[in-house]
C-alpha cells in the first residue's frame, strides 16, 4: 500500500510505502492523507481534489516563470512587472546582439560582422586598397578601395539600424504596464 501525505490544499507532500502496520507508525494523528493500492503516475505532478475524492495533474506550466498555485489550481507568473521588464530587457539585447553580429547584406553578398570581422573591414577601408575579401559563406569577391569604404559605411549603418530597434523595444519595455505589453515588445 502507498500512503499519499498532502497538505490542505492538495499538494503532495510525501509518499511512503509498506503494509499497514508500518504507514501508521509513521502517520501523525494531524496528517492529511490517502491511501492507494498502486500509483500509475507522478503524484508530484498532481494535486488532490478533496471533493472529487480525486487526483488532478497540473499540466505543463506557460512558461519557465510559472509556478503552480495550489490554492487557485492555476499557474501562475509570481514575477513582479519589474522583473519581467528587465528580462524581456535582456532577451531583447542577446537579440539585438545576434543580429548585429550575425552578418549583414551589401551589393548582393552576405559579409561577417562579428567583432573580429568589424574591426577588419574598418581596417581595410581606411587601408584605401583593392582586396580579395571572404563573405561568410567562405566564398571571395573582389573589392575596390572604393567598395572597402562603402562596406564599412553599409556595416555602419546595419549597427545603427539594430541598435535604434533595440532602443525602440527598450522604450516601449519601459513605457509598458502590463505583463502582457511588455510580452508583446519584439525588437
Same mark, same amino acid.
Given at each position: 500500500m502507498i500512503r499519499v501525505f498532502l497538505n490542505p490544499l492538495g499538494r503532495v507532500l510525501r509518499t511512503i510505502s $509498506? =503494509?499497514?502496520?508500518?504507514?501508521?507508525i509513521n502517520t501523525l494523528g494531524s496528517d492529511i492523507y490517502v491511501d492507494l493500492s498502486e500509483i500509475s503516475f507522478d503524484v508530484y505532478q498532481h494535486y488532490y481534489d478533496f471533493a472529487a475524492e480525486a487526483f488532478v495533474g497540473l499540466g505543463e506550466p506557460p512558461s519557465i516563470h510559472h509556478t503552480f498555485d495550489y490554492t487557485t489550481k492555476q499557474w501562475i507568473d509570481p514575477r513582479t512587472i519589474d522583473e519581467i521588464k528587465a528580462q524581456k530587457w535582456a532577451e531583447v539585447k542577446q537579440q539585438r546582439d545576434r543580429?548585429?553580429? +550575425? $552578418?549583414? !547584406?551589401?551589393? $548582393?553578398n552576405i559579409y561577417d560582422s562579428d567583432q573580429v570581422s568589424q574591426g577588419?573591414?574598418? +581596417?581595410?577601408?581606411?587601408? +584605401?586598397?583593392? #582586396?580579395?575579401?571572404?563573405?561568410? =559563406?567562405?566564398?571571395?569577391? !573582389?573589392?575596390?578601395?572604393?567598395?572597402?569604404?562603402?562596406?564599412? #559605411?553599409a556595416l555602419q549603418l546595419h549597427i545603427a539600424e539594430v541598435h535604434a530597434r533595440g532602443r525602440a523595444a527598450r522604450q516601449l519595455i519601459f513605457?509598458?504596464?502590463?505583463? !502582457?505589453?511588455?510580452?508583446a515588445v519584439q525588437l
Open positions: $509498506g =503494509d499497514i502496520d508500518n504507514l501508521n543580429l548585429e553580429f +550575425g $552578418g549583414f !547584406e551589401f551589393e $548582393g577588419r573591414i574598418m +581596417g581595410a577601408a581606411v587601408a +584605401g586598397v583593392d #582586396q580579395v575579401w571572404t563573405l561568410a =559563406d567562405n566564398t571571395t569577391v !573582389e573589392l575596390s578601395a572604393s567598395q572597402l569604404q562603402q562596406l564599412y #559605411q513605457e509598458a504596464e502590463t505583463k !502582457e505589453q511588455v510580452e
